[in-house]
């Protein structure tokens, strides 16, 4: 019932992208295919016993259905309840993006920005090392291919989806929109250092576009370093950090990543 529910819910997505990109809720009525998967998630929580790995991906989906319904606080709720996905996954950073807080709460604006951007590194990390795993499975040699192998889509053919494509972009445009530059120039290349999988390609492709763009709008004497390293402590003291937030928050299980350049 949850690859059900997880079907339903992708395909709905994948009609909906528009919406979903300029942040309009998604409702039952208009779309069948969210309601019945949200009536299936509903019955896999409500009958209980669940181990906890199908626990956690039940409440990840239910959360994905509370995001693009626009309750957000609801998604955020089914996220915490989860106990890996705010490692995995940008819909708790996304959940708290999309929730007002009062201007005069400075101290907690700042809290939720840091836990935004936690959430949006480690789900890109996340992401890429998903992709670099379905990669592995997907290539087949000559001895082992079987029929059912054949029939598999070729890993370039992968349509990302919305929250994996949130994924792997959250967490550099978060930084770029804030105008740390530096700080996003270097997740950018973070990014490009990934070991390629073939799921990636056209992502690494749009990754270091937007690099090209960093790198030219602030040209300077003082604003190259090498690729491997990190940003310049000045840099970061200008833009208000004591290290690079990959340094700060660590992800579990990295990606694969080149050594050298």
């Not at 001895?143 to 989806?161: E, N, Y």
């Not at 190259?224 to 340094?247: C, I, T, V």
Request: charged share 20%; aromatic share 6%; hydrophobic share 40%.
């Amino acid at each position: 019932m949850l690859l059900t529910a997880e079907m339903l819910l992708e395909e709905c997505l994948q009609e909906n992208l528009d919406l979903l990109r300029s942040s309009t809720p998604l409702m039952d009525k208009a779309q069948p295919r969210l309601g019945r998967a949200k009536s299936h998630l509903n019955t896999v929580l409500s009958r209980g016993r669940l181990t906890p790995r199908y626990l956690n991906e039940a409440l990840l989906l239910m959360a994905k259905v509370h995001f693009v319904q626009g309750r957000y606080r609801d998604a955020q709720g089914m996220c915490a309840r989860g106990m890996m996905v705010p490692m995995v996954s940008p819909c708790p950073g996304l959940s708290l993006d999309h929730q007002t807080v009062s201007a005069s709460s400075r101290v907690r604006l700042s809290e939720r920005e840091e836990e935004c951007l936690s959430c949006y590194l480690r789900a890109c990390d996340a992401a890429l090392s998903y992709l670099q795993e379905l990669d592995k499975i997907s290539v087949t040699t000559p001895h082992t291919k079987t029929a059912k192998a054949s029939l598999a889509p070729s890993p370039v053919d992968i349509d990302l989806g919305y929250f994996l494509q949130a994924s792997l972009q959250s967490a550099y445009l978060c930084l770029l929109q804030r105008g740390h530059l530096a700080q996003g120039a270097h997740q950018l290349r973070r990014i490009l250092r990934v070991v390629e999988s073939r799921g990636s390609q056209n992502f690494k492709k749009s990754a270091a576009r937007k690099l090209a763009e960093v790198l030219l709008s602030s040209v300077s004497e003082d604003s190259y370093w090498p690729p491997l390293g990190p940003p310049p402590s000045a840099w970061l003291l200008r833009e208000g950090a004591a290290a690079s937030k990959d340094a700060i928050y660590p992800t579990v299980k990295p990606p694969q990543r080149y050594s050298t350049d």
